[in-house]
């Protein structure tokens, strides 16, 4: 995991310096070309006619203002990698795979180029080849980032270390001060019966608006995100984050640990980055409503 994560922040590295070398080097050309094309238009008229140089300067400008969008999506998604968000991941599985079919479609292009069957010298030939090569070798690895990011060790590897559980200390009998067995309702050195079992037997999440019921397992991490395949818990509101929080069971009690959460984690209206939490209690997820039920 650790090198994981050492690996997409490299690439959100590399990204980020795509994008900024986009930028450089198209926001200067677009400010000359503008300035030369407003020269020509108002002071030879004629010549920007007979070129049609308005037309042109239009084109030129999509291009352009398309190539500096790029250019800053490069960068807050290399941003976005460097710092581990999950909508990086999300959008890095997509935007992978795309750019790598692309890739190989314009090596394919500049080899059909360089080297015509008719016109091709073995220079040519060979420097074609080794573009093909070149392109085709670093379009599977980018297809391959992407089917990769989509796999399991990639989510856990975006959702960080979970923060350390709190220490608990261990159940005692109140009659006889001897160890609990948490299974039970009597305590088995001095047979004390116990108010309830101290070991729950399921717990939940209820959505306090939908009425919908989310299990919280007592065996497993619980990831709360929205849209997340793989998650236990994926609430539908928006204002959930794709690796919002989880909640996990350890020892007799439930603990909340808030991860990348846009729109924050509250409980019972205060907010929280790690917390114990228990029977009744009501948990937001941004917006998002629920109350922790658990079932003794």
Not at 210 to 229: D, F, H, Q
Not at 260 to 282: A, P, W
């Amino acid at each position: 995991m650790v090198v994981l994560r050492f690996v997409y922040r490299f690439l959100g590295v590399l990204w980020a310096f795509v994008g900024i070398a986009i930028l450089i080097a198209q926001l200067p050309l677009m400010a000359v070309r503008s300035w030369l094309s407003r020269l020509i238009v108002t002071n030879l008229p004629r010549l920007a006619d007979v070129f049609d140089l308005q037309s042109v300067s239009l084109v030129l400008g999509a291009r352009e203002v398309a190539a500096i969008a790029l250019g800053v999506f490069c960068v807050f998604f290399g941003l976005g990698l460097l710092t581990l968000r999950s909508w990086a991941r999300t959008v890095g599985i997509a935007f992978h795979v795309a750019i790598g079919a692309c890739l190989a479609a314009l090596a394919l292009v500049l080899y059909a180029r360089l080297a015509p069957p008719d016109q091709a010298t073995r220079l040519t030939e060979s420097v074609a080849t080794t573009v093909l090569a070149a392109g085709g070798t670093l379009s599977v690895l980018l297809v391959a980032l992407g089917f990769q990011m989509s796999a399991s060790a990639s989510t856990d590897a975006f959702m960080g270390q979970l923060p350390a559980l709190p220490k608990t200390v261990p159940a005692k009998c109140p009659t006889c001060g001897g160890p609990l067995d948490l299974t039970k309702a009597r305590c088995p050195k001095c047979d004390t019966e116990l108010d309830v079992p101290r070991s729950p037997k399921r717990a939940k999440l209820v959505d306090a608006q939908a009425g919908r019921e989310y299990t919280v397992s007592l065996r497993k991490l619980n990831r709360v995100g929205r849209e997340m395949p793989g998650f236990e818990i994926q609430p539908e509101n928006r204002s959930v984050s794709g690796d919002h929080a989880s909640i996990e069971y350890h020892q007799g009690h439930f603990y909340l640990h808030a991860h990348d959460d846009t729109f924050g984690t509250f409980v019972n209206g205060r907010s929280t980055r790690e917390c114990e939490i228990k029977h009744n209690d009501v948990i937001q997820f941004g917006q998002a409503e629920f109350r922790f039920v658990v079932e003794y």
